[in-house]
């Protein structure tokens, strides 16, 4: 074995291992796509926007026994609608949530119009 040997192997193994991990390898969430209201079927409710959107954006941290389950724990309908300030406030005024991400215009906008329509189940 010739002396260059040795480091161009870990050279190209570390390139392969520096290369092969990537935060894409892992399912990205696909985007909720929301019922534009006043079309055929548009309800508006928790179970047909909300849940879903809740499903994919926030369960990941605050599920029980998750990371941010001390801040807020989704539980379903009864958490959020007991947690509905603190949610409007983070979500859709400050926008800090959710870290590391953030939720489309029309995510958001159906999410208001949930909170404005009184957040029917």
């Known amino acids: 074995m010739s002396k260059y040997t040795s480091p161009l192997i870990v050279i190209v193994i570390?390139?392969?291992f520096l290369f092969s991990c990537t935060k894409k390898q892992a399912e990205e969430p696909k985007p909720i796509t929301p019922e534009v209201p006043g079309t055929p079927g548009a309800s508006g409710t928790y179970a047909t926007?909300?849940?879903p959107l809740f499903?994919?954006?926030c369960?990941?941290?605050h599920?029980?026994?998750k990371r941010a389950a001390g801040a807020w724990t989704f539980n379903g309908y009864s958490s959020v609608n007991a947690n509905a300030d603190k949610i409007k406030q983070v979500?859709?005024?400050s926008k800090t949530m959710p870290i590391g991400g953030t939720l489309t215009a029309a995510e958001l906008q159906s999410l208001k119009d949930w909170?404005?329509?009184g957040m029917p189940q």
């Open 63 to 65: 599920a029980p026994g």
């Open 14 to 16: 570390s390139f392969f």
């Open 91 to 93: 979500v859709l005024v």
């Open 59 to 61: 369960a990941g941290c």
């Open 55 to 57: 499903q994919t954006r």
């Open 49 to 51: 926007v909300v849940d």
């Open 115 to 117: 909170f404005d329509k």
